[in-house]
């Protein structure tokens, strides 16, 4: 966290911004990813690029979590046209039209199994908490996923990078998640006190420099990332072929 903020400062790539009142859990804090010359020169239309900082939690809420369940699709779709009296012998595409027309309204879901299971076959869900997937695996009588399992895949993911501890400056998550790059008006940015009040994003420290560019290395190689098709190639038989005079 600088010291001082001088008159002329200004935004640079690997701000850290702290907003308030945000509107969602993916953009409570975030690190500029515009390159300081794009900054200077003016280049970024008045649009700032930041990468968001989240908990652990709200990756596995709002992604692993339903990736699981996603796997075990049929056992919960079995679960909930049971729950609901759905005769299971009906083609698919009839027991989701009838399950359309018989669970809505529901009050709240967040602690009945059946509403959780019921929004994720009908494909509304936004993200399962975490007691809501536990119970749920429990229900459809499949394991929950480990938690070293769920650890090492955050570890793993070529888009995330785990940062520093920064709870001191009131940012509760430490992992940046790349995938859910986002763009906010210069303007929307206070850099001094005098500007917090009218300004909902306030820039309260900076990234250090071996974590910046990283972040910015990253930010490349997830957006630049060329797939290729599984394709035959032949290392198998060339690898036995290399050793077949041995």
């Not at 018989?102 to 709240?108: E, G, L, N, W, Y």
């Not at 199994?113 to 975490?130: M, N, P, Y």
């Not at 695996?137 to 920064?166: C, E, F, W, Y």
Request: charged share 30%; net charge negative; hydrophobic share 40%.
């Amino acid at each position: 966290m600088d010291d001082a903020v001088g008159p002329d400062a200004k935004l640079r790539q690997g701000d850290l911004i702290l907003f308030d009142k945000p509107e969602s859990p993916l953009r409570t804090a975030g690190i500029i990813v515009t390159a300081d010359c794009d900054l200077e020169q003016k280049k970024h239309a008045r649009l700032v690029t930041l990468v968001p900082v989240m908990e652990a939690r709200t990756i596995l809420e709002r992604y692993l979590l339903l990736e699981d369940c996603e796997r075990k699709r049929d056992l919960i779709e079995a679960y909930t046209f049971k729950a609901h009296s759905i005769d299971a012998r009906q083609d698919r595409d009839t027991k989701l039209t009838i399950l359309n027309s018989v669970a809505r309204p529901v009050k709240s879901r967040d602690s009945n199994t059946e509403g959780v299971a019921t929004d994720f076959v009908l494909g509304v869900s936004e993200l399962i908490l975490v007691d809501s997937y536990v119970t749920l695996m429990q229900k459809i009588n499949s394991g929950a996923k480990k938690k070293d399992a769920l650890r090492d895949q955050i570890r793993s993911r070529g888009d995330i990078l785990v940062l520093p501890d920064a709870g001191k400056l009131g940012i509760s998550g430490r992992i940046a998640w790349i995938r859910h790059i986002w763009q906010v008006p210069l303007g929307d940015i206070a850099i001094r006190t005098s500007e917090v009040s009218a300004r909902p994003g306030e820039r309260i420290a900076r990234l250090d420099s071996p974590f910046r560019y990283r972040l910015t290395q990253l930010l490349a190689q997830v957006f630049s990332d060329i797939g290729l098709p599984n394709i035959e190639d032949g290392m198998d038989q060339a690898v036995e072929d290399a050793y077949s005079h041995v």
